[in-house]
């Protein structure tokens, strides 16, 4: 179902706590299991830009960029590695429609404004979405200390490295959709949030402690389309 798209990710920070396993795994699909790093669960903030979003096999066009920001965490599907989505803010009615209905994703429609160049990025969303919760978050962010490959860290590969999504269709089947890019070349980062619902919005208590933040300038990604979970070697 759906369309196999192609576009760039740019200027990402990812924002990483450390979270009971339990409080997540309430939250999921049943077929999912919590991924652990250390005994620990983690729920992610990660906001960023799409740029020459497109079907895969049409050449890349300068376009409007397409800020995101979205709530995830790290899980298993019959021990598949993924990313399971609690929320997913984005700028642009028809491409937050579009996801929700192709890819079966929690998309809400937000006002997201991305200014900087990347030394400096200021990001900030408002959730507008009708119906639902309001959510707010505001950051400046940037790199600070030397670039490595995802690879030279296991929590920064475990975080980032990920090539798959799971969510739920209308009919409560567990579906996903595969993704595939370059391995992520990162940067400790750097980061002054003045605003962040975002949990509260989602249904979490804030984490207790300071993040673990990643800065990239980004990837170009192509994804699959979306497929019904059936069990077993897909």
Do not use: K
């Not at 991305?114 to 979405?129: A, C, K, P, V, Y």
């Not at 490959?149 to 959709?177: C, K, V």
């Not at 933040?213 to 897909?234: E, F, K, N």
């Amino acid at each position: 179902m759906g369309i196999q798209l192609a576009m760039g990710w740019r200027h990402l920070l990812f924002e990483n706590w450390r979270v009971d396993p339990d409080v997540i795994a309430e939250r999921l699909p049943e077929a999912l299991t919590v991924d652990t790093y250390d005994g620990s669960g983690w729920l992610s903030v990660v906001p960023y830009t799409n740029v020459a979003v497109r079907p895969q096999g049409l050449p890349a066009t300068v376009g409007q960029p397409l800020p995101e920001l979205n709530l995830r965490t790290y899980v298993t599907c019959d021990g598949e590695p993924g990313i399971y989505f609690f929320s997913l803010d984005a700028q642009g009615v028809a491409g937050v429609l579009g996801a929700r209905v192709t890819q079966h994703l929690p998309y809400y429609y937000a006002r997201i404004s991305l200014d900087g160049d990347g030394e400096r990025i200021r990001f900030d969303s408002q959730r507008r979405h009708p119906g639902a919760r309001p959510a707010h978050y505001t950051a400046t962010y940037g790199p600070s200390g030397e670039s490595f490959a995802s690879s030279d860290d296991p929590l920064a590969g475990f975080l980032t490295e990920r090539y798959r999504f799971y969510t739920e269709g209308s009919d409560g089947a567990l579906r996903y959709t595969d993704v595939d890019h370059e391995p992520w070349r990162l940067y400790p980062a750097e980061a002054e949030t003045e605003t962040n619902t975002l949990f509260r919005a989602d249904g979490f208590e804030h984490p207790d402690g300071e993040p673990v933040r990643y800065y990239s300038p980004g990837v170009d990604v192509t994804t699959g389309t979306s497929s019904r979970w059936t069990g077993g070697t897909q």
